[in-house]
């Protein structure tokens, strides 16, 4: 599978994870709900690299790569809390999904610039401008 096709399906994926969250955001606490959604990630891990373990597929790890992925986890987990703030105050999918989603592209691609020594084209920055821009106008509704 090419990357850009597991790329589509990784947005996929988080399309139907932010419906879930839609869905269940006001009939669960919040922080209930993103307690439930990191336990059922951790169980779907854990089946990931138990299979993995008895195909005895390499499973190389580092430091850095544990710590970073820790951070990650923090920040996911906040992420998933304030996901079911919004929601449960009767945002619509249709403006709430696209706002978290391209915020995150803005974000991580200011922070990739900022962070990591990235470039930018002019066709990215443009990119990135209208997806900024399509935030303001869903973000006024």
């Not at 599978?1 to 790329?7: L, P, R």
């Not at 919040?30 to 138990?50: K, P, T």
């Not at 929601?87 to 691609?109: D, E, K, Q, Y």
Request: hydrophobic fraction near 60%; charge should be positive; proline fraction near 4%.
């Amino acid at each position: 599978m090419s990357w850009v096709w597991a790329a589509l399906l990784t947005a996929l994926c988080y399309g139907l994870y932010n419906v879930f969250i839609k869905l269940s955001a006001g009939r669960i606490h919040v922080i209930a709900g993103a307690l439930i959604l990191q336990a059922a990630a951790m169980l779907l891990g854990a089946g990931a690299i138990i299979f993995l373990r008895f195909t005895k597929t390499p499973l190389p790890f580092s430091a850095k790569g544990i710590g970073f992925a820790v951070l990650a986890g923090v920040f996911v987990g906040l992420a998933e809390i304030l996901s079911f703030f919004v929601f449960s105050r009767g945002v619509p999918a249709s403006a709430g999904i696209p706002v978290i989603v391209g915020g995150t592209v803005v974000a991580g691609a200011a922070l990739g610039f900022a962070f990591l020594g990235e470039s930018l084209s002019p066709r990215d920055i443009l990119a990135v401008a209208m997806i900024a821009a399509g935030i303001v106008l869903l973000g006024g509704k």
